[in-house]
């Protein structure tokens, strides 16, 4: 069993940067693919990012390449991801999930572990 838990999330202001943080306890995410979804109010939960267990290969949604980095500290047993130049737009809940495969999975019915979430609102 794996227990994720998201820190990072605020209140920001447009144009602003913020780092998440997915710390992992159970079992060490080395051979996990990770994932960051987020799910604004009233819509989906969308897939922004991906990162295979080793960290060689990363994946992201269009809305959000060249402006938010994936990466994982597997001695720190945690996946963050860095979000610069937020927007608005950029404003939901932000949970990370794992799965025990190392591969890159962009659905969220493809990973098994999933954190609470944690709230990034981007102010105009």
């Known amino acids: 069993q794996v227990q994720l838990v998201e820190s990072g999330g605020a209140l920001v202001q447009a144009g602003g940067s913020l780092r998440l943080s997915c710390a992992a306890s159970?079992?060490?995410?080395?051979?996990?693919?990770t994932g960051w979804f987020r799910r604004a109010p009233g819509k989906e939960r969308d897939f922004v990012a991906g990162?295979?267990?080793?960290?060689?290969?990363?994946d992201y949604a269009d809305s959000v390449k060249g402006r938010f980095t994936i990466s994982r500290d597997n001695a720190k047993n945690t996946v963050y991801l860095q979000m610069n130049s937020l927007k608005p737009e950029d404003t939901a809940v932000y949970y990370c999930?794992?799965?025990?495969?190392?591969?890159?999975?962009?659905?969220?019915?493809?990973?098994?572990?999933w954190g609470q979430g944690t709230q990034v609102t981007v102010s105009s």
């Open positions: 159970g079992r060490t995410l080395s051979t996990y693919g």
């Open positions: 999930a794992s799965r025990v495969t190392s591969g890159l999975y962009l659905l969220p019915s493809q990973y098994t572990y």
């Open positions: 990162i295979s267990g080793s960290g060689a290969y990363t």
